[in-house]
């Protein structure tokens, strides 16, 4: 029931195209659903984050679509540039308990 | 300090030696996590602690796990008698939250250990 499952294991985008990365989840508690980007030999780093009272959420080029009764979450990126090619993972929490981690995009955007 | 630091970056012990990692979470941070991420993988929970108090350490994989964080401020996750499979990176996050709701949790650059 910590389970959070992610889609797809990679991904291969055109410049200007818009990557969407899908993750689910079993535990009807989480109300925190994060979303981090980790670029290889760093620490993975805070993109955007919705709480399950909304059902969508824009920060820049960086969207959240996010449906409760599904218990599914999406990140789309906008105009994806080569510098957006990283490792992409979703995570959900309950409260300010651990994060439960999916288990990773690697995202590749092709100039 | 202006983020999360990890120390060391790199460390290889041979099987069987006792290592000890280190984090200086952000000032004045409450919760402190320590995650382990096996390469190709998302990072998996090990323990959780709020100011000194460890709320939470069902994450940890056997008791050769042990973390500390005596002052509420840095932390130590040591590993006894390292083993093979213990070869990952550590990292460490630490976030405002306390009480019902979470935050932004930030991420050190983690610990690459590689047991020879």
């Known amino acids: 029931q910590q389970q959070v499952k992610q889609s797809p294991q990679s991904l291969i985008v055109q410049k200007g195209g818009i990557p969407i990365i899908n993750c689910a989840y079993e535990n009807t508690a989480f109300d925190y659903f994060p979303w981090y980007q980790q670029f290889p030999g760093k620490g993975p780093a805070l993109l955007i984050a919705i709480r399950p009272d909304v059902s969508e959420k824009k920060e820049g080029r960086f969207t959240i679509s996010f449906n409760k009764s599904a218990k599914q979450f999406s990140l789309h990126i906008m105009d994806s540039q080569p510098g957006d090619s990283a490792t992409y993972f979703c995570?959900?929490?309950?409260?300010?308990?651990?994060?439960?981690f999916g288990q990773g995009t690697r995202l590749t955007i092709n100039p | 300090g202006a983020g999360v630091s990890q120390s060391p970056r790199y460390k290889v012990a041979k099987r069987g030696q006792d290592v000890a990692l280190r984090c200086d979470p952000i000032?004045?941070?409450?919760?402190l996590f320590w995650y382990q991420q096996a390469l190709g993988q998302g990072p998996e929970f090990l323990t959780y602690?709020?100011?000194?108090?460890?709320?939470?350490k069902s994450g940890l994989p056997s008791d050769r796990f042990f973390a500390e964080r005596p002052e509420g401020s840095v932390s130590t996750l040591k590993i006894q008698r390292t083993q093979q499979e213990d070869s990952a990176v550590y990292l460490c996050?630490?976030?405002?939250?306390?009480?019902?709701?979470?935050?932004?949790?930030?991420f050190g650059q983690g610990t690459r250990l590689t047991v020879v």
């Open positions: 602690f709020q100011n000194e108090a460890q709320l939470d």
């Open positions: 000032s004045g941070h409450v919760s």
């Open positions: 995570a959900a929490s309950k409260g300010a308990q651990k994060l439960v």
């Open positions: 996050a630490s976030s405002a939250a306390s009480g019902y709701m979470n935050t932004e949790a930030f």
